[in-house]
């Protein structure tokens, strides 16, 4: 199974996902913010918008949240800059890693991503270093105690899901990402309930790490999730079967 989904479920298991709620709604909001800053405010035809909008009622974000960004960005309520940058490097073990962020401030984000990165035994590297080895997808999970692996499967592949998985009681439904939203939306429709929805960049191949080391690896991804300007963290970490979120 994908790192990214298995770490997802270990942090929905410690409570991270109710106690960061409040950071993944700051988020969203400056992503839904500019998306409407660029595309404008109508989802119909801001595919990116609709998309930034699917995620946050994903993560129930309150209606009223979601309007208020819309506004923000299409200029109603006031102006901001955002520039979206993207830092590559390495994490301990040779883990490939990938950071994207959304800042109002390109110093402030570059000095708190190395700082992160160095202090914790991995490193910055240049543009490119190791973005050829991750593709764009995107992952909707659900709780395979809830939902039949068939039923998702029939339902996914129909709407012209790439690919569908399960393990660890977690079923994993691969998109591209031009086919995300259409997805997601219509298996919400069917009622099929995610337990997270989100575009991811996913390795072509997976490194393997013993527990410690993998730990290690865990701590800088949960470090620079911490930051405000970090929108998402993709790593080729894959994580041992019997990782464990003890110290």
Known sequence: ?????????????????????GQAFT???????????????????????????????AENMP??????????????????????????GYAPGGVAIIVDTLTDNKNRTAADVRSTLTKLGGSLGTNGCVSYMFNTKGVITYDATKYSEDEIFTAA?????????????????????????????????????????????IA???VQLDNEKAHKVMRIVERLEELDDVQQVSTNLELPDDYTDDE
């Not at 500019?34 to 909008?53: F, H, Q």
């Not at 979601?66 to 955002?82: C, F, H, M, Q």
Request: charged share 30%.
């Open 27 to 57: 988020k969203l909001i400056k992503e839904i913010s500019v998306a409407a800053k660029m595309g404008g405010p109508e989802l119909e035809s801001n595919a990116r918008l609709r998309t930034a909008v699917l995620k946050a009622r």
């Open 157 to 201: 592949l129909e709407l012209g899901a790439e690919d569908v998985t399960n393990e660890d009681e977690i079923i994993e439904v691969t998109t591209s990402p031009a086919d995300f939203a259409n997805i997601l939306e219509s298996l919400q429709n069917a009622g099929f309930e995610q337990d997270s929805a989100d575009i991811n960049k």
């Open 1 to 21: 199974m994908s790192g990214h989904s298995k770490w997802a479920t270990i942090k929905h298991k410690k409570g991270i996902a109710d106690a960061k709620r």
């Open 63 to 88: 209606k009223d949240n979601i309007e208020r960004a819309i506004k923000k960005g299409s200029g109603e309520l006031g102006n901001a800059t955002y520039y979206e940058l993207t830092y590559e």
């Open 204 to 206: 072509d191949q997976m």
